[in-house]
């Protein structure tokens, strides 16, 4: 009986939303769903400062909620539901894992608006946004292999998803078209967010002779082991994920990929108010400022400086396409020719993309 | 193809990596020892690890971080002790909501704090001991927080088995009734353990974010506490079962990790849950003893 009269009230007040909205009182509600705390200082951090935006740009025309370190399942679809059940009009979710999740609850609210961040499920409610992060891995690499004196690069990253593994090959091709000689080294582990593993997975590298540190995880970990090290004697490079993480800079963080989120969120949010949103694929790089990369320290030597801001010059007019063949496969097969470009869709597409190229000599995790 | 595993660095890291678990869960061992289930360990050492961080940034000592973390996780504990203790509160309830608590309040506290680099807190070189070769290296030349680790599980151990004010914490763990009948303060009792709980919670967070990370980020612990209460269980409430629990635990997550960056051909995905796996394992297979007889129950005295 009571539950009956909850659920009675929850679709009353979620009516009353909706009629309000419609009479355009009340400002449009937009949800975020985010997989880590939004003072993780990597990737939340930039999803809330796009959230920020959107509130800086709309002011009162706009509501914004959010819910932090939301897990990647069954929990997710309940919060994106309570979302859709309190009036929110528009909803990003902004983490892979959200994906079911996502079309699920959007099959059950038609009238709310979906934008999942990283997957490839569309649906007419629902949109998928990403950025080319594989370009700011290019430029990542392109420094590595230059920089490195023990040729060994460390590699944290977190799912064995096509995101992930874009970046990991990436960064490689790059490394090794500079420096023959280098050698990736990769830990999973399998978390977007554990500072402690994230510390344990660089000081690992650090101990097994890596002195460049990627990192595909969140937290900024990885920087202060760093760091630590450098204190007791070591030279570790790392790089900024997400975010410029420029409280390590200039050592060791040498560069960083921004993820710059705000932009996007404004004009969807725009998109709304002016009733012409629909379902679309968006898959924007350095040119469109979607990838930022932060500056480049001074603790790396003028020309490679130079190099990797040519290389971000090409990147960003379209001149230059980071999978340029010819690449081959790990297992040594033929994946582009002689100045092929990779395509996003389709067999072996980037969207797609689940093996590692020539050269790297760890398995992708199946 | 282990080649560039150094089995030295590997053992080192081990005890690093084991501490904050193991400073976690011999506080829990503590309080549960008296009879008092506290789910909050993961509040009290996310607690401990922004208070302590903070105190060590601006005081610049690593030490007076790792008191005022102690102090902190010992306050959030007493708060859980009066709720429970005083008010008859449901023990796994209040313990839940003194997680949920806990990282709210670490959450507010670490705004301005995030990304800051810890000052540094230097390794031990023991002298003589730790100039020994291969020992040496792997157990005498740690940061002194793993000693003082050490130290509390030896300590917890002593005063548990070989002290009459252990006893009465037993006694008062095994049937608060009967030792309330023969004249112990339970509720006096409990509120010391579950303090002493907070204050290793604390030292254990603050172990995370002064040394081992080192650094602030939101939800640090990353659900450390939790494993901590586990390894409490799985040991059987007793401390040098503990301590193994710990060192297993601590020891495959560093060997795993290494295996992965050496590239040696086994699955990720197993290595990734061999940790847990090991640590379960190893414990049940030990069979350890039974919880303590009033583990959790809410004790008054007019009952």
Redesign the interface.
């Known amino acids: 009986m009571l539950r009956r009269t909850l659920l009675a009230s929850a679709a009353a007040t979620a009516m009353l939303g909706g009629m309000a909205a419609a009479e355009g009182h009340e400002p449009l509600k937009i949800g975020f769903v985010f997989v880590?705390?939004?003072?993780?200082?990597g990737w939340t951090?930039e999803h809330n400062k796009g959230r920020l935006a959107v509130e800086e740009a709309f002011g009162d025309a706009v509501e914004t909620v959010f819910v932090e370190?939301v897990p990647e399942g069954p929990d997710a679809e309940r919060v994106m539901t309570q979302m859709a059940l309190e009036g929110a009009d528009l909803i990003f979710t902004t983490s892979f894992g959200y994906m079911d999740p996502t079309i699920n609850v959007a099959a059950r609210f038609p009238d709310v608006m979906f934008e999942h961040a990283t997957g490839y499920k569309q649906a007419d409610n629902v949109s998928v946004y990403s950025a080319r992060f594989y370009e700011g891995r290019a430029v990542q690499g392109h420094i590595a292999g230059q920089i490195t004196e023990s040729n060994v690069i460390?590699y944290i990253a977190s799912f064995?998803i096509p995101e992930v593994i874009r970046g990991i090959n990436s960064a490689y091709l790059h490394a090794k078209e500079v420096n023959p000689d280098v050698e990736f080294?990769?830990?999973?582990a399998?978390?977007w967010?554990?500072?402690?593993?994230e510390?344990?997975?660089a000081?690992?590298?650090i101990?097994?002779?890596?002195d460049v540190i990627l990192q595909h995880t969140d937290?900024?970990?990885p920087?202060?082991?760093a760091?630590?090290a450098n204190?007791a004697g070591a030279t570790i490079y790392t790089f900024g994920q997400a975010s410029d993480?420029a409280?390590?800079a200039p050592m060791p963080r040498v560069s960083s990929i921004i993820d710059d989120w705000g932009p996007y969120y404004v004009a969807r949010t725009q998109a709304v108010m002016d009733g012409t949103w629909e379902s679309v694929s968006t898959w924007d790089g350095i040119g469109a400022g979607m990838v930022g990369i932060g500056e480049i320290s001074d603790a790396i030597p003028a020309d490679v400086k130079a190099s990797a801001e040519d290389l971000i010059a090409r990147l960003a007019s379209g001149e230059y396409h980071a999978f340029t063949g010819p690449i081959n496969k790990q297992d040594g097969s033929v994946w582009l020719a002689e100045g092929e470009t990779a395509s996003d869709y389709g067999d072996d597409g980037l969207a797609g993309m689940g093996f590692y190229v020539e050269g790297i000599?760890?398995?992708v995790?199946? | 193809m282990f080649g560039s595993i150094d089995p030295i660095l590997l053992l080192a890291s081990l005890m690093v990596a084991a501490t904050p678990i193991m400073l976690a869960a011999i506080g829990e061992l503590v309080v549960e020892r008296a009879g008092v289930l506290n789910l909050g360990v993961e509040g009290m050492m996310i607690t401990g690890s922004i208070i302590g961080f903070i105190a060590a940034i601006n005081t610049g000592s690593p030490w007076l971080g790792f008191l005022c973390a102690a102090l902190g996780g010992a306050g959030l504990a007493l708060l859980f002790g009066i709720l429970t203790q005083v008010l008859l509160s449901n023990q796994v309830a209040t313990g839940l909501a003194l997680t949920l608590f806990g990282l709210g309040l670490a959450s507010l506290l670490g705004q301005g704090y995030l990304g800051v680099k810890a000052p540094a807190f230097p390794d031990w070189n023991i002298p003589l001991l730790g100039d020994i070769p291969v020992i040496g290296p792997i157990v005498f030349q740690h940061d002194p927080m793993v000693y003082v680790g050490l130290a509390i599980v030896a300590g917890v151990w002593w005063f548990l088995k070989k002290t009459r004010a252990g006893l009465v914490l037993r006694a008062v763990g095994e049937n608060h009734e009967a030792a309330h009948a023969l004249g112990y303060h339970v509720v006096r009792t409990r509120l010391l353990a579950i303090m002493f709980g907070g204050a290793c919670a604390g030292l254990g967070g603050a172990y995370l974010s002064i040394v081992r990370v080192p650094t602030y980020a939101d939800s640090l612990t990353a659900g450390a506490g939790w494993i901590a209460s586990a390894i409490v269980v799985f040991a059987g409430w007793k401390p040098w079962r503990l301590l193994l629990g710990a060192y297993l635990f601590g020891g495959v997550t560093v060997l795993q990790l290494n295996l992965q960056a050496a590239g040696v051909a086994i699955p990720v995905e197993y290595l990734s849950m061999s940790p847990y796996i090991a640590t379960i394992l190893v414990l049940v297979i030990m069979s350890a003893g039974g919880a303590p007889g009033s583990l959790g129950k809410t004790f008054h005295a007019s009952r």
Do not use: C, H
């Open positions: 880590g705390p939004i003072g993780d200082g951090y370190s460390g064995p080294k990769i830990i999973w399998y978390t967010f554990d500072p402690a593993k510390a344990e997975a000081n690992v590298l101990e097994q002779g890596a937290s900024t970990a920087q202060a082991a760091a630590a204190d993480m409280e390590f000599t760890a398995e995790p199946q």
